[in-house]
């Protein structure tokens, strides 16, 4: 018996852990971006791009079904949407350059809401 919940325990603990991948994948890139040198790649531009890889990477490994990806697509305008508001009525702003800004909002900025769908999912 005790065997068949540890079992279920690690099951439990390994598909946690791969629901957290995306999301701890764009909190490592916001900390990565930091340390990026300007001249290189704007930042926002850069946490885009390797969003969208790590996202076109875990749906071509079979870690998201189709589905999973249209649910995330679906946040990240939510997201974006909501950032674009918030953005206007003046609670923050993203003062930094960006090829890839939107209203002011980097378009990167969705993946932060679309990783809470990728942990739902």
């Known amino acids: 018996m005790l065997k068949g919940y540890i079992a279920e325990l690690y099951q439990f603990t390994l598909r946690n852990a791969l629901a957290c ?5 764009v909190f490592g890139m916001l ?7 300007s001249y290189v790649m ?21 870690y998201e079904t189709r589905d999973e990806v249209l649910v995330i697509c ?19 702003s993203y003062p930094e ?9 980097p378009l990167y900025s969705g993946f932060m809401y679309a990783s809470v769908a990728s942990f739902m999912c």
């Open 42 to 62: 704007p930042r926002y531009d850069f946490l885009l791009l390797a969003c969208l890889a790590m996202q076109v990477w875990m749906y071509r490994k079979g």
């Open 31 to 37: 900390a990565v971006s930091k340390l990026l040198p």
């Open 74 to 92: 679906l946040f990240h305008y939510l997201g974006l949407m909501m950032e674009i508001y918030k953005v206007r009525m003046g609670s923050w």
């Open 21 to 25: 991948m995306f999301p701890v994948f």
């Open 97 to 105: 350059f960006g090829y890839t800004k939107f209203y002011g909002v």
